[in-house]
C-alpha cells in the first residue's frame, strides 16, 4: 500500500502514484514497481478545475500500468508496457510513456488509441503521442481520427490548447486524407479528399466548425445519381 505524492515545486500540483509494493533505491532516489501501479494526475488536457476550486477538487486523469519506474530527481516516471488511461471526456490505451512533472510533459511511446466521449463520439488512433502542457500543444504521429461516416488520416497532427487546455485548433499536415459517408439509404454518397495540408477550428464544445485544405486539395464525391470532381490550391469546408 505504498503512496507516493507530488506536489511540484511551487507546491501547485497533486500527483499520485500507488502501488501495493515497490523497491526503493534512497542514493539514486527510484521507487519501481513491478506490480499494478496507479497513477492520478491533476493537470491533463481537460482537468483545469472550476474558477474557485483546487486542483485536488478536479476530475484528474488515470493511468493504470505495470512495470513504472519514478525517478524523485527528476520527476519522472517511466514503463515500457502496456497501459490504460481515462479522462474526463473520454479513456484510451497505449504501450509505453514518460511522464515528467517537471517540464509537464506526457510522452504516449506507441498504440496509441483514444476515445472521446461526445453527442458523436471519436477515437483517436497514433503511432506516437506527445503532450505539452507550457506549450499547450498536443503532437500526433500518422494520427488517424474516426467518427461514424468520417475518417481523416495524416503524416503529423497538432492540436493546440487553450488556457482551460481544451482544444481550439488543429493542423494535420502530410499526406491527407479524408472520407465522408452521406447521402439518403436509398442514395448514398461517398466524398474523399486530399491535401498536403488541413486547418481545424474548433468550438467551445470540442466541435469542428470549419475546415481549410491546402496544398494540391483534391475532392472526389461519388454516388448513385453521379460523380463529381473537383481540384484547387485551397478548399475550404464549413
Known amino acids: ?50 474558477p474557485g476550486a483546487s486542483v485536488a477538487t478536479s476530475e484528474p486523469t488515470v493511468i493504470k500500468t505495470t512495470g513504472l519506474l519514478y525517478d524523485q530527481k527528476k520527476g519522472t516516471a517511466t514503463t515500457e508496457r502496456p497501459l490504460a488511461f481515462e479522462f474526463r471526456q473520454g479513456n484510451g490505451t497505449a504501450t509505453g510513456a514518460v511522464y515528467n512533472s517537471t517540464e509537464g510533459t506526457v510522452w504516449l511511446r506507441s498504440d496509441v488509441v483514444i476515445h472521446l466521449e461526445r453527442d458523436r463520439p471519436v477515437d483517436i488512433h497514433a503511432t506516437e503521442l506527445r503532450y505539452f502542457q507550457k506549450e499547450h500543444q498536443i503532437q500526433l504521429n500518422k494520427p488517424e481520427f474516426r467518427r461514424v461516416g468520417q475518417m481523416v488520416t495524416s503524416a503529423a497532427g497538432t492540436v493546440y490548447l487553450d488556457e482551460k487546455q481544451q482544444a481550439k485548433s488543429g493542423l494535420l499536415d502530410g499526406d491527407v486524407q479524408g472520407t465522408m459517408e452521406g447521402g439518403t439509404p436509398e442514395k448514398p454518397r461517398t466524398t474523399e479528399f486530399w491535401s498536403s495540408r488541413l486547418d ?7 466541435e469542428v466548425t470549419a475546415a481549410v485544405a491546402s496544398g494540391n486539395a483534391r475532392m472526389d464525391s461519388h454516388g448513385s445519381t453521379g460523380r463529381s470532381e473537383g481540384r484547387a490550391d485551397r478548399l475550404e469546408m464549413d
Do not use: M, W
Request: charged share 20%; aromatic share 8%; net charge negative.
Open 1 to 50: 500500500d505504498v503512496e507516493i505524492q507530488i506536489f511540484g515545486k511551487a507546491g501547485d500540483r497533486h500527483d499520485l502514484i500507488t502501488s501495493h509494493a515497490c523497491d526503493y533505491d534512497s542514493n539514486t532516489g527510484q521507487f519501481y514497481s513491478d506490480g499494478e501501479v496507479i497513477i492520478t494526475l491533476g493537470s491533463l488536457p481537460g482537468q483545469t478545475p472550476a
Open 200 to 206: 481545424l477550428t474548433l468550438n467551445e464544445k470540442q
